[in-house]
Nanobody, 115 residues
Framework: QVQLVESGGGLVQPGGSLRLSCAAS????????MGWYRQVPGKQRELVAV???????NYADSVKGRFTISRDNAKNTAYLQMNSLKPEDTAVYYC?????????WGQGTQVTVSS
């Protein structure tokens, strides 16, 4: 089992920044990928960014150039730096980890972009 705890969400004005953190615990060895997804009511959960073992990174087109995903292996933590936030970035953001083909999820953190 892998446990994930997100933090760092909140309310921010358009153009502002937030950094989300995802602390992993439990059986964290052999985690193949960590990522961030988001979901708004009535829509499917969508990929925001993922970092794969070896360093490969993928971003959703909507966040390229604004968001940066990173991972600190020593702290077993993944981060999502979000800059130039837009109202359409408002969602619940979920951290995910994949280990041996099994996906694990955090409970989510709300990000609201509004003036």
């Amino acid at each position: 089992q892998v446990q994930l705890v997100e933090s760092g969400g909140g309310l921010v004005q358009p153009g502002g920044s937030l950094r989300l953190s995802c602390a992993a615990s439990g059986r964290i060895s052999s985690i193949d990928a960590m990522g961030w997804y988001r979901q708004v009511p009535g829509k499917q959960r969508e990929l925001v960014a993922v970092i794969i073992r070896g360093g490969s990174i993928n971003y959703a087109d909507s966040v390229k150039g604004r968001f940066t995903i990173s991972r600190d292996n020593a702290k077993n933590t993944a981060y999502l730096q979000m800059n130039s936030l837009k109202p359409e970035d408002t969602a619940v953001y979920y951290c995910s980890a994949t280990r041996w083909g099994i996906d694990y999820w955090g409970q989510g953190t709300q990000v609201t972009v509004s003036s």
